[in-house]
């Protein structure tokens, strides 16, 4: 039995080294520290690459997942602005943005069995009755990464561009929720929007999701009609839209028409059954989960995103590599963030900046020696003050793809002088 084991052992890593082998030889560069690639994975230098498509408002060099609903994702190189430019942040919808809009007859209701009285205002009154306030708020779809999922995840196959951070201004949702009245039973806070489903039925709800109470209370929590200065996007939600940070985007929702205030968790479409959930409980790939033993997403998990340089790029032996990042989670703030060009065999320090606020995500950078010429793959890997960091590779698989934190990864190649 040992020695049939030692045999079995012999045999994969043949095939590691032979593939390895074979992988450098595509790669036209020798792998350096190969004996630490992780195995089942192939090197960032050959992953794959989407074409771009044009989407009304947005930079060609979006890479379009769905178009009806539209839905598409920005490549990380993309990402390395300090905040995401508006024509440059990911699509995430489920039906079909409003047309004809009228920004006089736009109103916000606010109602619920825990509401102490019902509500309409304009969007002057919102504008005029509250303070105005701006946050550096990071969104992202909670399939962010479904695309590595093995067995594939049902959903869009969202690489890694499915996040964005802009300054978000409006008012807050706890002034307009203390104006109206909370009962001393309200448990969540929903929104309805004015989007059509895609089977173009007015009469069926597009999505409708929420947040606990604590959480619409948070003072970031924010009801918004500019981005970055300017008008919302159509495709981002304009006019007016709830934008919650280190939660789900799902939840900030977007042609914001009516808030409800619930007495108990929300029961609208994309909140039950499987949606944006995961099991309560750790599954092996591939297992059917039951829905009551599947659990709401809230706090998205810590991550970091190499934007410079793209994956790729090509550097003599005798120069130092500069890259930069961001880094974001739902905690307070990332505590630190280091690289790895060994596969996660050794982690070295990157200088990391202070978020403008709760939930907005931190630059950090660093210059990289590299000990001789051959492939690489730097690794990014940052951790909160609770002490969470991201895991190496895929974590726990779930049936919906979500949650997927892994360590970003580029490739570089190494030449002599």
């Not at 500019?226 to 977007?254: H, W």
């Amino acid at each position: 039995m040992i020695k049939q084991k030692k045999r079995e052992s012999n045999r994969r890593e043949f095939i590691k080294k032979s593939t390895l082998a074979a992988m450098s030889a595509i790669l036209g560069a020798k792998i350096v520290f190969a004996d630490n690639f992780p195995t089942g994975m192939i090197p960032a230098g050959l992953a794959h690459t989407s074409e771009a498509f044009n989407l009304p408002g947005k930079s060609p060099n979006l890479v379009v997942l769905n178009d009806k609903p539209i839905n598409a994702e920005t490549p990380p190189e993309y990402l390395d602005d300090a905040l995401t430019p508006n024509n440059l942040f990911f699509v995430r919808n489920n039906g079909l943005p409003p047309t004809n809009i009228n920004l006089n007859n736009w109103t916000l209701s606010i109602e619920g069995e825990s509401a102490r009285q019902k509500k309409t205002y304009t969007l002057a009154e919102l504008k005029s009755k509250f303070k105005h306030y701006s946050y550096q708020l990071t969104l992202e779809c909670g399939g962010n990464g479904r695309k590595e999922f093995n067995p594939p995840a049902k959903g869009n196959q969202w690489s890694t561009g499915a996040v964005g951070c802009a300054e978000w201004t409006g008012v807050r949702l706890k002034d307009v929720l203390e104006d109206i009245g909370i009962k001393s039973d309200a448990v969540y806070v929903a929104y309805y929007g004015k989007d059509t489903h895609i089977s173009g039925d007015p009469k069926k709800v597009v999505i409708s999701r929420g947040v606990p109470i604590a959480k619409a209370l948070e003072e970031e929590s924010l009801i918004a009609w500019a981005m970055n200065g300017e008008d919302i996007p159509m495709l981002n939600g304009y006019p007016l839209r709830l934008v919650f940070g280190g939660f789900p985007a799902s939840c900030s929702g977007k042609w914001l028409s009516k808030i409800v205030i619930r007495n108990q968790v929300h029961d609208g479409p994309k909140m039950t059954g499987q949606s944006y959930r995961v099991p309560c409980k750790s599954v092996a790939p591939g297992t059917k989960v039951n829905d009551e033993d599947m659990c709401i997403i809230e706090g998205m998990p810590t991550k970091s995103l190499i934007t410079y340089p793209k994956s790729g790029a090509m550097i003599r032996l005798d120069q130092k590599l500069p890259i930069r990042g961001k880094a974001w989670t739902s905690t307070e703030q990332v505590k630190s963030v280091a690289y790895s060009i060994d596969f996660g065999v050794t982690w070295q320090a990157c200088q990391l900046e202070k978020p403008a606020n709760r939930y907005a995500w931190q630059p950090f950078s660093a210059k990289i020696e590299f000990p001789q010429e051959g492939y690489y793959e730097v690794w990014a890997r940052a951790t909160d003050i609770s002490g969470n960091s991201q895991p190496m590779l895929l974590p726990g698989w779930n049936p919906r793809g979500y949650l997927n934190n892994a360590c970003h990864r580029i490739a570089i190649k190494v030449q002599k002088s």
